[in-house]
């Protein structure tokens, strides 16, 4: 099977890049200096925040909010809300990210508040806030057991957000998060060597890889019972989506990708980049995004 290019854009080498919405609407695309918000589907920037106005970034936790011109910046101590002009709408200062504890992430949820993962004062784990959008006050605030090298939100077309969180060579866990009527909810699966990836349109299946070994797996959501397990003569990677029927997933060098059909087949995917893929994100209508040096390409499957 073969892949055809659908758009591409270019951008910094080694962007970073993550949807914002469960219909990857848009996407968030991070480098040093700025933060652009681009279409999911012709990548095209729809807004722009320079990032020279603060100091201290901790990690490429950020995220944007392009429809209404608002962009969430994770600082070592503090996470800002930014106008388009760069301007400090609020900024709250938290307990730094520091030693085992390297980098939170934000989001915007369905609704448009300003959620942040940030460290506990005790450094016994994490907070899951919901923030104030006029005041940067938190409105309501969760535990989780985390001490992240990077996090990374996953939207569920439900209101859920999945935080796929990495702590290097120690574990991988995940957690589910959403505003309820009592504040946050909270669903802890209590995995330590899953890494969540993605989820399908419908919001009812997820996929998760093996930190190390062992097989990538299909769940059904919420109630995360197992419903496939694949694996391969080589080691996946860490990155995988849904596309259409088809799962598409890197290699652990994510220099080869592959495709696995609805009975568990795996076959060999032709992406045709000019050199390896830097990541992968899931994209929209059963596309995926790989960033290869300073490009971001969108592709689906022929």
Same mark, same amino acid.
């Given at each position: 099977?073969?892949?055809?290019?659908?758009?591409?854009?270019?951008?910094?080498?080694?962007? %970073?890049?993550?949807?914002?919405?469960?219909?990857?609407?848009? &996407?968030?695309?991070? @480098?040093? /200096?700025?933060?652009?918000?681009?279409?999911?589907?012709?990548?095209?920037?729809?807004?722009?925040?320079?990032?020279?106005?603060?100091?201290?970034?901790?990690?490429?936790? %950020?995220?944007?909010?392009? /429809?209404?011109?608002?962009?969430?910046?994770? !600082?070592?101590?503090?996470?800002?809300?930014?106008?388009? $002009?760069?301007?400090?709408?609020? @900024?709250?200062?938290?307990?730094?990210? $520091? *030693?085992?504890?390297?980098? *939170?992430?934000?989001? &915007?949820?369905?609704?448009?508040?300003?959620?942040?993962?940030?460290?506990?004062?005790?450094?016994?784990?994490?907070?899951?806030?919901?923030?104030?959008?006029?005041?940067?006050?938190?409105?309501?605030?969760?535990?989780?057991?985390?001490?992240?090298?990077? #996090?990374?939100?996953? &939207?569920?077309?439900?209101?859920?957000?999945?935080?796929?969180?990495?702590?290097?060579?120690?574990?991988?866990?995940?957690?589910?998060?959403?505003?309820?009527?009592?504040? #946050?909810?909270?669903?802890?699966?209590?995995?330590?060597?899953?890494?969540?990836?993605?989820?399908?349109?419908? *919001?009812?299946?997820?996929?998760?890889?093996?930190?190390?070994?062992?097989?990538?797996?299909?769940? @059904?959501?919420?109630?995360?019972?197992? /419903?496939?397990?694949?694996?391969?003569? /080589?080691?996946?990677?860490?990155?995988?989506?849904?596309?259409?029927?088809?799962?598409?997933?890197?290699?652990?060098?994510?220099?080869? &990708?592959?495709?696995?059909?609805?009975? !568990?087949?795996?076959?060999?995917?032709?992406?045709?980049?000019?050199?390896?893929?830097?990541?992968?994100?899931?994209?929209?209508?059963? @596309?995926?995004?790989?960033?290869? *040096?300073?490009?971001?390409?969108?592709?689906?499957?022929?």
């Amino acid at each position: 099977m073969r892949a055809h290019s659908l758009a591409l854009a270019m951008t910094e080498p080694r962007s %970073h890049v993550r949807a914002n919405d469960a219909r990857r609407s848009s &996407f968030t695309v991070v @480098s040093e /200096e700025r933060l652009r918000a681009v279409t999911g589907d012709d990548l095209a920037v729809i807004a722009e925040w320079p990032l020279t106005t603060l100091d201290s970034l901790a990690g490429r936790g %950020h995220a944007t909010s392009p /429809e209404r011109g608002l962009a969430l910046v994770c !600082g070592v101590d503090r996470v800002s809300l930014l106008r388009v $002009d760069g301007t400090v709408v609020w @900024s709250l200062g938290h307990t730094g990210w $520091d *030693g085992d504890f390297e980098s *939170g992430c934000a989001w &915007f949820d369905t609704d448009g508040r300003p959620m942040v993962v940030i460290p506990s004062p005790a450094y016994d784990g994490c907070l899951v806030a919901w923030l104030d959008e006029a005041t940067g006050e938190i409105r309501s605030r969760a535990h989780i057991e985390a001490a992240p090298a990077g #996090i990374e939100p996953v &939207f569920h077309p439900d209101g859920w957000v999945g935080l796929s969180e990495g702590e290097g060579q120690d574990a991988t866990r995940a957690w589910w998060v959403r505003v309820g009527d009592d504040g #946050i909810e909270l669903i802890d699966p209590e995995w330590d060597d899953q890494v969540l990836v993605d989820v399908d349109p419908a *919001g009812d299946r997820i996929i998760t890889t093996p930190h190390y070994e062992g097989p990538l797996t299909v769940w @059904s959501f919420p109630g995360l019972v197992p /419903e496939r397990e694949v694996e391969w003569d /080589e080691p996946l990677g860490h990155e995988a989506c849904f596309a259409g029927a088809y799962i598409v997933a890197a290699t652990r060098s994510v220099v080869d &990708f592959v495709t696995i059909d609805p009975a !568990g087949t795996v076959e060999p995917l032709d992406v045709p980049l000019d050199s390896y893929a830097w990541m992968m994100a899931p994209a929209a209508g059963g @596309s995926f995004l790989t960033v290869v *040096g300073d490009s971001i390409q969108r592709w689906a499957l022929t």
